[in-house]
């Protein structure tokens, strides 16, 4: 993994089945496994929020001009959530991805229970809304690269087996952004690891 994480801006647009046009979010590749999780307070993570914010901006004014309110109240939901955190007083920094990382947590979280409530229609409204938000994320940790942060974190605390699993994930809790990866996936690929090595 990268010692630095690197914030480049694509041009390359990509567009969804609605025909509207998004831009696509900065690729920014995981930082060490090392590094502080409050990217928001770093000037490259300034740089990434502030390109996100934009982008998020300009294409809720392109949604609304395409009267494609799918897309629009996904990015109006991302972006109250956004200023709601802004305006918290006592939250912790986060990145403006973190952000959108969480809506997409809720938005999954929603999805299932529509579905196993019968509601086909809400549930797909929900991960087409998930699908719209996700480009906007930096590149995601890979599995392999979670696994090589949990065994570091393993070494770390000394932790011998799943009964550990609290200190490890403290560990990658605070050293690896929500951005960066679900939780739920960082606690699944640290259970695989810690039970490889019991």
């Known amino acids: ?4 994480p690197i914030a480049r801006c694509l041009l390359r647009q ?3 089945a609605t025909g509207v046009k998004l831009a696509v979010a900065p690729t920014v590749r995981p930082a060490a496994f090392t590094a502080r999780r409050h990217v928001a307070t770093t000037p490259a993570g300034d740089a990434a929020n502030e390109l996100i914010r934009n982008r ?3 294409d809720l004014k392109t949604a ?4 494609n309110t799918t897309l629009t109240t996904a990015i109006k939901s991302v972006l109250s959530s ?3 955190h802004e305006k918290s007083a006592g939250a912790a920094p986060l990145s403006v991805a973190t952000l959108i990382q969480r809506s997409l947590k809720k938005r999954k979280e929603a999805a299932d229970q529509f579905r196993a409530g ?3 229609d809400l549930a797909t409204k929900e991960e087409e809304e998930c699908k719209m938000l996700e480009v906007y994320l930096p590149k995601q940790m890979t599995e392999e690269e979670l696994a090589e942060a949990v065994k570091a974190a393993v070494a770390e605390v000394g932790a011998n087996g799943v009964k550990d ?3 490890v994930m403290k560990v990658l809790n605070a050293k690896i952004d929500d951005a960066l990866a679900p939780r739920k996936l960082v606690s699944d690929v640290a259970k695989r690891v810690l039970q490889a090595s019991s």
């Open 165 to 167: 699993l609290g200190k």
């Open 118 to 120: 019968g509601r086909e």
């Open 14 to 16: 990509q567009s969804f």
């Open 1 to 4: 993994m990268n010692s630095r």
């Open 56 to 58: 998020l901006k300009n």
């Open 82 to 84: 956004i200023t709601y």
């Open 64 to 67: 609304m001009r395409a009267k």
